[in-house]
């Protein structure tokens, strides 16, 4: 069993300072304004009730200011990208239906008209939004179209005569659906529909369209549909929408990346569909790495509540007598600790994508280019926000599950929050975008990148390749295997149990292992190249696919924890992040222990050994697991659950 000594106390306030971050004051003003009794979490309310509750404390966030950190400092903003990002991150601690209320509002609504309008829709309409004078509808996913953007059927045909576009939902399947501010409270939408002019179609644009009037009534020929009762986030008035030959001016074309003339001129400064079309949905990919950090937040909530708990129930007595808390069964402590390793690790990933959206982002105060211009690390972090979005949410439908069975019949309890965060994040893993989509989406980065980078190979650099191939392909012949497991345990550092807490060997594990996925799924698509079914080659290779882009993503968050943890000083606190690192490490491992033997990278020794390795480590940290928890500063009020009333925290370690 590797080497687990003692632990030094550490403090949770300094820990909460390096997890807080670049965007510390923003946290800050988060927990200030998780006091105002406005925003007390409430419990068994009435759908109606809800949405009246949600609405209200939308406005007293307009009021405090919340809004205005993701717009332009000449229409009211702040010009702060990454703070506007934190700051939503920290709303999913309280009512997450105000979370996606206010996503819908001010990230989705209002950042389409940002993102992807101009100047004139700035000035018509950005004041007014930040004010919540105008609330708005993000109108873009469709009952027969969800993740399939491009293939959207909602039409927006250009009528030179009248200097119109007119809106027009063909059929069921074509409506909109699901449509956040549509059912009660928004007057303007921001529609997405395939644009046509001069008979051809130009793919998919946006549109600004009014579906009430100041009354409130539907606007003529725009229809909404209640959709009623939902799982969870019951404040949001999600509506349907539909448009039977609605018109609206030609202005209000989102016209960034398009655009029509008088006389039905189509215009773009980008020519190519596809690109013109990414480049569009690109704009808006800071919703994906909202809707992580608000999964993120919702999973600390959840584990603070069941760490308290698990401190202060007990059951079954002891040798002395006395009950035992139940986190100090190593069988709770295995249900929670690796989870709360997995949050640091998507914590620090997430700060990571922040500050590179941020950076990435053109200066809101800046004009808009005449030409579009992207950043040369953009079309990465699309792709690692698709996969950190996927990530984050499975991981937060998964712990605070175990969470609520950590806490008995009492996590069953609505008042103890754990079933409301349970259905209110459950829908995380499919809006924007479903997770097994963006992980295709993900895979397909990283082969585009392979492809780019092997077809800049010299022939040297090609052998070399081949090569390594080769070696690979006896290593994983059962034979080969046991050769090279022998070999590598017999060098120096190599023992069955002393390496398992050693960094360059984490690092290494998981870039090979990332790295031979994607150069086996290559050497399958590549072989397929030219089938005369093309769908049938990639759905032969998907699980491949989705694969590469999981074993990535463990690649992503190892970096990201292991560089968060070189930013903290020297120390108790070092330490015991140091430590909460190789839990993360060795519970991945072991999750995916049998894929490591397959391939020749364990063998049952030690395998063994990273099952006692995660035993000892969960013992390691239980004394730890309250300044854990701590540390994400989720703030009383937003906890809320009478089970994980604060004890004044946590007990000395043992």
């Known amino acids: 069993m590797p080497s687990t000594d003692a632990l030094a106390?550490?403090?949770?306030?300094?820990?909460?300072?390096?997890?807080?971050?670049?965007?510390?004051?923003?946290?800050?003003?988060?927990?200030?304004?998780a006091k105002d009794p406005r925003f007390a979490v409430e419990v068994g309310e009435s759908t109606e009730t809800q949405r009246a509750r949600v609405f209200e404390r939308l406005g007293a966030l307009a009021q405090a200011g919340y809004s205005r950190l993701g717009f332009p400092t000449r229409y009211g903003g702040g010009n702060d990208v990454g703070g506007s990002i934190t700051g939503f991150e920290m709303l999913?601690?309280?009512?997450?239906?105000?979370?996606?209320?206010?996503?819908?509002?001010?990230?989705?609504?209002?950042?389409?008209?940002?993102?992807?309008?101009?100047?004139?829709?700035?000035?018509?309409?950005?004041?007014?939004?930040?004010?919540?004078?105008?609330?708005?509808?993000?109108?873009?996913?469709?009952?027969?179209h969800g993740s399939d953007v491009a293939s959207l059927r909602t039409t927006a045909t250009f009528d030179p005569d009248t200097d119109e576009f007119v809106i027009?939902?063909?059929?069921?399947?074509?409506?909109?659906?699901?449509?956040?501010?549509?059912?009660?409270?928004?007057?303007?939408?921001?529609?997405?529909?395939?644009?046509?002019?001069?008979?051809?179609?130009?793919?998919?644009?946006?549109?600004?369209?009014?579906?009430?009037?100041?009354?409130?009534?539907?606007?003529?020929?725009?229809?909404?549909?209640?959709?009623?009762l939902k799982a969870g986030l019951n404040g949001v008035d999600n509506g349907r929408l539909y448009f039977d030959d609605v018109r609206v001016p030609r202005e209000n074309l989102l016209n960034r990346?398009?655009?029509?003339?008088?006389?039905?001129?189509?215009?773009?400064?980008?020519?190519?569909?596809?690109?013109?079309?990414?480049?569009?949905?690109?704009?808006?990919?800071?919703?994906?790495?909202?809707?992580?950090?608000?999964?993120?937040?919702?999973?600390?909530?959840?584990?603070?509540?069941?760490?308290?708990?698990?401190?202060?129930?007990?059951?079954?007595?002891?040798?002395?007598?006395?009950?035992?808390?139940?986190?100090?069964?190593?069988?709770?402590q295995r249900k929670l600790l690796p989870a709360l390793a997995k949050s640091y690790a998507l914590h620090f990933a997430q700060l990571d994508l922040v500050a590179s959206l941020h950076e990435t982002t053109p200066d809101l105060d800046e004009p808009i280019p005449a030409e579009p211009v992207e950043h040369p690390e953009r079309r990465e972090l699309e792709a690692r926000a698709a996969g950190v979005k996927a990530i984050a949410t499975w991981h937060a439908t998964q712990t605070i599950q175990v969470c609520r069975e950590a806490c008995g019949g009492a996590g069953y309890l609505a008042e103890n929050?754990?079933?409301?965060?349970?259905?209110?994040?459950?829908?995380?893993?499919?809006?924007?975008?479903?997770?097994?989509?963006?992980?295709?989406?993900?895979?397909?980065?990283?082969?585009?990148?392979?492809?780019?980078?092997?077809?800049?190979?010299?022939?040297?650099?090609?052998?070399?390749?081949?090569?390594?191939?080769?070696?690979?392909?006896?290593?994983?012949?059962?034979?080969?295997?046991?050769?090279?497991?022998?070999?590598l345990d017999a060098a120096p550092g190599r023992g069955e149990e002393d390496d398992l807490l050693d960094r360059t060997w984490h690092l290494e594990l998981?870039?090979?292992?990332?790295?031979?996925?994607?150069?086996?799924?290559?050497?399958?698509?590549?072989?397929?190249?030219?089938?005369?079914?093309?769908?049938?080659?990639?759905?032969?290779?998907?699980?491949?696919?989705?694969?590469?882009?999981?074993?990535?993503?463990?690649?992503?968050?190892?970096?990201?924890?292991?560089?968060?943890?070189?930013?903290?000083?020297?120390?108790?606190?070092?330490?015991?992040?140091?430590?909460?690192c190789d839990l993360f490490v060795l519970s991945t491992i072991e999750a995916e222990r049998g894929w490591f033997a397959e391939h020749g990278r364990l063998t049952a020794t030690r395998s063994k050994a990273v099952i006692a390795g995660v035993n000892a480590l969960c013992e390691s940290l239980r004394p730890h697991a309250r300044t854990l928890v701590d540390a994400f500063g989720v703030p009383e009020a937003a906890i809320a659950a009478p089970i994980a009333a604060s004890t004044g925290g946590p007990p000395p370690p043992a």
């Open 9 to 33: 106390p550490a403090d949770a306030a300094t820990l909460q300072k390096l997890l807080d971050g670049r965007w510390w004051a923003v946290r800050e003003r988060a927990r200030e304004l």
């Open 92 to 144: 999913a601690m309280g009512d997450l239906s105000l979370l996606v209320k206010a996503g819908v509002q001010w990230g989705l609504f209002g950042g389409a008209l940002l993102h992807l309008g101009t100047e004139r829709h700035h000035t018509r309409y950005l004041a007014d939004v930040i004010d919540l004078d105008v609330l708005g509808c993000f109108a873009m996913t469709e009952t027969g």
């Open 168 to 228: 027009s939902t063909p059929d069921t399947p074509a409506r909109k659906e699901y449509i956040g501010n549509a059912a009660r409270d928004g007057s303007l939408a921001a529609v997405f529909a395939q644009l046509v002019t001069g008979g051809e179609t130009q793919g998919v644009h946006a549109f600004v369209v009014p579906i009430r009037d100041d009354t409130g009534t539907p606007m003529p020929g725009v229809r909404i549909e209640d959709c009623g």
């Open 257 to 332: 990346y398009g655009d029509v003339a008088a006389d039905g001129t189509y215009s773009t400064p980008i020519e190519n569909k596809t690109k013109r079309f990414f480049t569009m949905l690109g704009t808006l990919v800071q919703g994906r790495i909202s809707v992580a950090g608000g999964a993120g937040s919702a999973t600390k909530v959840a584990l603070t509540i069941a760490v308290r708990y698990g401190e202060q129930r007990r059951q079954f007595a002891g040798p002395d007598g006395s009950e035992i808390a139940v986190l100090d069964y190593l069988a709770h």
């Open 417 to 487: 929050r754990l079933p409301g965060l349970k259905a209110d994040t459950d829908v995380f893993t499919t809006f924007e975008g479903d997770n097994t989509v963006l992980l295709q989406l993900l895979a397909k980065e990283l082969l585009t990148d392979y492809r780019d980078h092997f077809g800049e190979l010299d022939w040297f650099g090609t052998a070399r390749f081949v090569a390594d191939q080769a070696v690979e392909a006896v290593v994983e012949r059962v034979g080969g295997r046991r050769i090279l497991q022998r070999l």
């Open 510 to 580: 998981f870039d090979w292992r990332e790295k031979h996925l994607l150069d086996s799924v290559a050497k399958r698509l590549r072989r397929a190249a030219g089938a005369d079914d093309p769908f049938a080659v990639f759905n032969a290779a998907q699980d491949h696919l989705l694969l590469a882009a999981r074993a990535h993503i463990d690649s992503v968050l190892l970096q990201a924890f292991v560089d968060a943890v070189e930013r903290c000083p020297a120390g108790a606190e070092r330490a015991l992040l140091d430590r909460v």
